[in-house]
């Protein structure tokens, strides 16, 4: 075979990874933004075009998982080494506080002081009666099977829309092989990795612009 021929098949083909990776990457630009809340209480989201269907996607349920047991007993243990001054009482899973307690309001602004320390993530929840703990789990309703490829993930997003970048007009073109299914692959991979390093590349400039 000719050399030119294999030196422009091999530029054509990395030129057509390219725009199918600014491509997708167009689409992920599309979807960016994010959700104001307004001060009568309600969200106004970003006007890039896709945000509403990123929004859809990535909708999360959020779930108060409490410290118990043993787990409480080990965050209990790191309190008191921070916290050596305060008295600490528990019972069963809760750091008795009760309302009249006079050590009640120092604690609790102490406990606000500490936690971040322990783990930024922590939360504090008083009642009548004392104090628990616990975390915020945020759990996606959309599988990551499916809201990744689609518009969450730069990187994922290759496999997705190469359906409509590669498979279908390839497959039009040149019917179904082993070796269209071999370049596919590849295909994939290559729009994935130019992906990553379009994408690190850009947020990274976003960072330095933000900064100033």
Same mark, same amino acid.
């Given at each position: =075979?000719?050399?030119?021929?294999?030196?422009?098949?091999? =530029?054509?083909?990395?030129? /057509?990874?390219?725009?199918?990776? %600014?491509?997708? %990457?167009?689409?992920?630009?599309?979807?960016?933004?994010?959700?104001?809340?307004?001060?009568?209480?309600?969200?106004?989201?970003?006007?890039?075009?896709?945000?509403?269907?990123?929004? &859809?996607?990535?909708?999360?349920?959020?779930?108060? $998982? /409490?410290?118990?047991?043993?787990?409480?007993?080990?965050?209990?243990?790191?309190?008191?080494?921070?916290?050596?001054?305060?008295?600490?009482?528990?019972?069963?899973?809760? $750091?008795?506080?009760?309302?009249?307690?006079?050590?009640?309001?120092?604690?609790?602004?102490?406990?606000?002081?500490?936690?971040?320390?322990?783990?930024?993530?922590?939360?504090?929840?008083?009642?009548?009666?004392? #104090?628990?703990?616990?975390? $915020?789990?945020?759990?996606?309703?959309?599988?990551?099977? %499916?809201?990744?490829?689609?518009?969450?993930?730069?990187?994922? =997003?290759?496999?997705?829309?190469?359906?409509?970048? &590669?498979?279908?007009?390839?497959? &039009?073109? /040149?019917?179904?092989?082993?070796? #269209?299914? /071999?370049?596919?692959?590849?295909?994939?991979?290559?729009?994935?990795?130019?992906?990553?390093?379009?994408?690190?590349?850009?947020?990274?400039?976003?960072?330095?612009? =933000?900064?100033?």
């Amino acid at each position: =075979m000719d050399t030119n021929v294999i030196f422009f098949g091999i =530029m054509a083909a990395l030129g /057509y990874i390219v725009l199918q990776s %600014l491509f997708i %990457l167009g689409v992920r630009v599309a979807a960016k933004g994010a959700v104001e809340k307004l001060p009568n209480g309600k969200d106004k989201d970003s006007e890039m075009i896709l945000f509403p269907i990123f929004k &859809y996607l990535t909708r999360t349920a959020r779930t108060k $998982i /409490y410290y118990i047991d043993g787990q409480f007993e080990l965050l209990i243990q790191k309190l008191r080494v921070l916290m050596p001054e305060s008295p600490l009482q528990t019972e069963g899973n809760h $750091i008795l506080l009760p309302l009249g307690d006079a050590s009640r309001i120092p604690v609790l602004k102490e406990l606000n002081n500490i936690l971040p320390k322990i783990d930024g993530k922590i939360q504090v929840e008083a009642d009548d009666h004392g #104090v628990r703990f616990f975390k $915020i789990d945020e759990v996606f309703k959309v599988n990551k099977y %499916l809201r990744k490829p689609v518009i969450q993930c730069p990187i994922c =997003m290759a496999s997705y829309w190469s359906v409509f970048s &590669y498979w279908i007009p390839v497959i &039009y073109f /040149y019917g179904f092989s082993f070796w #269209v299914l /071999y370049a596919g692959v590849i295909n994939i991979c290559a729009v994935a990795s130019m992906n990553w390093l379009l994408w690190m590349r850009g947020s990274a400039y976003e960072s330095q612009i =933000m900064k100033g």
